[in-house]
């Protein structure tokens, strides 16, 4: 009987620390996903955007891109910086890989709180000062990325979460990564260092 008792009570304290760690930051994290989408509606530059036929990432395109991330940055001051070094670590840990382990992401998430949703607030400022529509930034994140060796997630928070509502606690996401031409490597990898430090972000759609 005791036995029974204790292995119950131990079912109950697990139970407790997939909903606490697992199951709220997921919907937490869902909502955060459904402002970030209503405030990319901000962005005055909604139209298509066409990229270039070599798909050859230009100078200006990423000097403008490190700005837009220098921007949220320094806006987020002191709050980027107690996180930077988990930022790195989590980079240095997906670099090569074909897929996302969320769990990484709903830590990062965790441990920032309401971080992601101030950097957006910022990213959409940034994107309309630096003339960025949200097509061509998102075209031109997942080249400098991809030159860097490192893949983006086809995000579907709605998806995210039934996984993890169904006891799935690994939920994983395949990463895009498109073939870039050797100049855009070249152009990218003097900043690699600091592309790196912000990619984890990338993770939420920045």
């Known amino acids: 009987m005791l036995a029974l008792l204790v292995f119950l009570v131990l079912l109950g304290l697990a139970g407790w ?13 869902v909502s955060e996903f ?3 989408i209503a405030l990319d509606r901000s962005v005055e530059r909604q139209g298509a955007y066409t990229p270039p036929v070599q798909a050859q990432l230009s100078p200006d395109q990423l000097q403008r891109f490190l700005q837009v991330q220098r921007d949220v940055k320094q806006q987020l001051g002191e709050r980027y910086q107690r996180l930077e070094a988990r930022l790195n670590q989590l980079a240095s840990q997906q670099l090569g890989r074909s897929v996302l382990d969320y769990r990484a992401a709903l830590d990062l998430f965790r441990e920032g709180g309401s971080l992601v949703l101030e950097a957006k ?13 949200l097509e061509e930034y998102a075209w031109v994140r997942a080249q400098v990325y991809a030159a860097l060796g490192y893949g983006l997630p086809r995000l579907n928070p709605q998806e995210i ?6 006891r799935d606690f690994n939920p994983r996401l ?13 152009l990218v990898e003097p900043y690699r260092d600091e592309l790196i430090s912000y990619y984890p972000l990338t993770w939420f759609g920045l």
């Open 17 to 29: 620390a997939a909903y606490a760690f697992l199951i709220r930051p997921a919907q937490a994290l």
């Open 34 to 36: 459904q402002q970030i």
């Open 121 to 133: 607030k910022v990213q959409v400022q940034a994107l309309n000062q630096h003339n960025f529509s």
């Open 161 to 166: 979460l039934r996984q993890i509502e169904a």
């Open 174 to 186: 395949e990463l895009f990564k498109p073939e870039v031409p050797a100049a855009s490597v070249r």
